[in-house]
């Protein structure tokens, strides 16, 4: 039987889910418009019929195993490139989105409604902030392969103090024809820039990622 306040629940998921999907899709993000929609009508659609099949006393034992399901997918969002870890806020976005379902399919409107607001407040304004942040403090973590037998851990650490960068040696490892150097750097985004251009442009430097 379809109940006429089911398919409230459902017109509200697919708009709450439309919100949030646009702004992933417009950041271009591996969770689009369509993929959000989905998981914010799917969590809906799992509580009310949680609710259905398990009335007052047991409503919550079907919606309680979304936690589960959402983070399989948001772990398929999350990837490793090189050094670096992307993916998280999308994986998060897709856990917020799925609470948002689960509020709306609970009849929880307003609060859908205020967790909706404050999820495009910190996709979109806290993404300004963030870049303002990141301008001023930046880290990256390196991973240096440089040619020959030669310590070049020395003109490496000169570089960073010169550019008033901080930095930690993570590891330092030796190969054949090559050594092969971890850095943690922090500081201001430019300087780190000028830094890897250091290191692009010296020809003791085989490669390096970051």
């Known amino acids: 039987m379809m109940y006429p306040d089911d398919v409230i629940k459902l017109i509200l998921a697919v708009v ?101 607001v404050l999820v495009i407040i910190v996709l979109s304004l806290f993404e300004f902030l963030e870049r303002q942040v990141d301008r001023w403090h930046q880290v990256r973590s390196y991973r240096i392969v440089v040619n020959g037998d030669t310590d070049f851990s020395i003109e490496l650490e000169a570089r960073l103090a010169e550019l008033s960068l901080s930095f930690e040696k993570k590891r330092r490892m030796k190969s054949d024809n090559s050594r092969v150097y971890t850095y943690d750097v922090s500081g201001k985004r430019d300087r780190i820039e000028q830094f890897s251009s250091f290191l692009m442009n010296d020809s003791s430097v085989q490669s390096f990622e970051c």
């Open 16 to 116: 709450v889910g439309g919100l949030i999907g646009l702004e992933r899709e417009y950041s271009s993000k591996a969770a689009g418009f369509r993929s959000i929609v989905l998981i914010c009508i799917g969590s809906t659609l799992f509580t009310v019929i949680s609710q259905h099949l398990g009335g007052t006393a047991n409503g919550d034992r079907i919606a309680a195993n979304i936690i589960t399901g959402i983070g399989f997918i948001g772990a398929g969002v999350v990837f490793k490139d090189g050094v670096s870890i992307t993916g998280i806020t999308t994986a998060s976005s897709i856990w917020a989105t799925a609470a948002l379902g689960m509020a709306i399919g609970g009849g929880h409107y307003i609060l859908a409604f205020e967790g909706l």
